[in-house]
């Protein structure tokens, strides 16, 4: 069964980091781009990042408002697409999500069940 | 405030259809696929329509997507009570650098 993990959320201060995992399973990861989107409480859908795969450079994009402070990595040979989370202001709550982008063009066609981050003091 | 328009909300009886509008610009859905996506009350999002009017296996053909211009529309017919949810649209953005673009989401209520 093609699968997507997510872990590592929790609650953090405003200021600290933290680290999401996404564990895939049942497809070949390395083939395949990987995304992170967050959805604050209420709210819809925001795009966070996304990297390529080896064949394709390995590099990564990003959205505005998280520039400079998150980073995505991505580690082949164990399938987990990471999320490393530094300064991290109240804004940044949200359940995150891991998906794969394709194999269509365009579209996000896996999703991780999702991961909770809480920015709070 | 979304790059991507939706309508908050759209409603409609059991059986009838409902359509879904998303508006956007040449640097988004103007040169770009869209794709929709389904998300039910406390659940991840699921992917509905790729390609602006493709269907993923198991998607059931009372789902369509269309698109023109700047625009892009989902088709839903036959409603259920269970297409009660969330929709929205999405597509890749260049107008300033690469990013991803999500519409502000639209509340399917299913009367």
């Known amino acids: 069964e093609v699968q997507l993990v997510e872990s590592g959320g929790g609650l953090v201060q405003p200021g600290r980091s933290l680290r999401l995992s996404c564990t895939a399973s049942?497809?070949?990861?390395?083939?395949?781009?990987m995304s992170w989107v967050r959805q604050a409480p209420g709210k819809g859908l925001e795009w966070v990042g996304f990297?390529?795969?080896?064949?394709?450079?390995?590099?990564?994009e990003y959205a505005a408002s998280v520039k400079g402070r998150f980073t995505i990595s991505r580690d082949d040979s164990k399938s987990i697409a990471y999320l490393q989370m530094n300064s991290l202001k109240t804004e940044d709550t949200a359940v995150y999500y891991c998906?794969?982008?394709?194999?269509?063009?365009?579209?996000?066609?896996?999703w991780g069940q999702g991961t909770m981050v809480t920015v709070s003091s | 405030q979304s790059v991507l328009t939706q309508p908050p909300s759209v409603s409609a009886a059991p059986g009838q259809k409902v359509t879904i509008s998303c508006s956007g610009s040449?640097?988004?859905?103007?040169?770009?696929?869209v794709s929709w996506y389904q998300q039910l009350p406390g659940t991840a999002p699921k992917l509905l329509i790729y390609?602006?009017?493709k269907r993923p296996s198991g998607i059931p053909d009372r789902f369509s997507g269309s698109k023109s211009g700047t625009s892009a529309t989902l088709g839903i017919t036959g409603l259920q009570t269970g297409d009660e949810a969330d929709y929205y649209c999405?597509?890749?953005?260049?107008?300033?650098?690469?990013?991803?673009?999500f519409g502000g989401g639209t509340k399917l209520t299913v009367l």
């Open positions: 990297i390529r795969s080896k064949a394709y450079g390995g590099t990564t």
């Open positions: 049942g497809f070949t990861f390395g083939d395949y781009a």
């Open positions: 999405g597509t890749w953005d260049s107008s300033l650098s690469v990013h991803w673009v």
């Open positions: 390609e602006n009017n």
């Open positions: 998906t794969r982008d394709g194999p269509y063009n365009d579209a996000f066609d896996i």
């Open positions: 040449s640097s988004n859905i103007g040169n770009n696929y």
